[in-house]
């Protein structure tokens, strides 16, 4: 009970700093930290996200969201959730763990090459760059949202450096943009694994409350920081998670 509580604040407030990146503490912690199996993690992560997403992004709502690019990416990934959830279904979970860590390697890498922000046809702007941001935010969106049901994560660790490096949104832009992305990847991904999944509520509770309240907390106080400073520090907890990830998968 006390490693969910723990875990699930720090679920949420890398949620509100980052615009991302709980999913892939969320179910890591659950499987190895909490003890349910990767069926069972997946679903929770994808609600307690879902959840935390959404609390976190209510301070942010009357600013630095991306509405088109919401709508856009968020619309593309509701069928590839349940196109990823199928293939998932298909594959070992450990290989999925594997591969889990991987990717987020590749966003951690990516993060961090690139450091200089510069606005791109997606970012706010005049409505003449849509029809070059539209191609783009559609695949983002079919990526992110097969990823989402394939490995029952919300896409904030992707979703934000896709953001950022592809559509050229800024750093504080692309946070919240990414929240309201995550909540909708979360609900299509969680209604594609919910066949069969029964709610535990005592460890589900115990970890989604303090990741919500930690969520809004962050998200108030993450207006104080760089965007430099938040985009080294996400790169670095995708590092350590996927070593986390990848030793634990390993050594099971």
Do not use: Q
């Not at 930690?214 to 207006?223: E, F, N, P």
């Amino acid at each position: 009970m006390i490693a969910a509580l723990a875990l699930g604040l720090i679920v949420g407030i890398v949620l509100g700093v980052v615009g991302g990146g709980g999913s892939i503490i969320a179910v890591p912690a659950l499987v190895y930290g909490v003890g349910m199996s990767p069926a069972e993690a997946i679903p929770t992560s994808l609600l307690v996200v879902g959840a935390s997403s959404l609390a976190a992004l209510l301070p942010r709502f009357k600013e630095g969201l991306n509405w088109p690019v919401v709508a856009l990416v968020g619309a593309a990934g509701i069928p590839a959730a349940w196109g990823g959830a199928a293939v998932g279904r298909l594959l070992d979970p450990n290989m999925l763990m594997l591969a889990f860590a991987a990717i987020m390697v590749i966003a951690g890498i990516r993060m961090l090459v690139r450091t200089k922000e510069s606005e791109g046809s997606c970012s706010t702007g005049p409505t003449r760059a849509f029809r070059s941001c539209a191609p783009k935010a559609v695949a983002v969106g079919v990526l992110v949202g097969f990823l989402t049901g394939l490995l029952g994560v919300g896409g904030g660790f992707l979703i934000t450096p896709a953001l950022t490096i592809l559509l050229g949104l800024r750093m504080k832009e692309a946070v919240g943009t990414s929240l309201a992305i995550i909540v909708i990847n979360s609900a299509a991904g969680f209604s594609a694994h919910a066949a069969g999944y029964t709610i535990d509520w005592v460890p589900v509770l115990a970890f989604a409350v303090p990741a919500i309240v930690g969520s809004i907390v962050a998200a108030r106080l993450a207006r104080r920081l760089r965007d430099h400073h938040v985009r080294i520090s996400f790169a670095m907890l995708i590092f350590a998670v996927a070593a986390w990830v990848t030793v634990g998968t390993v050594t099971a």
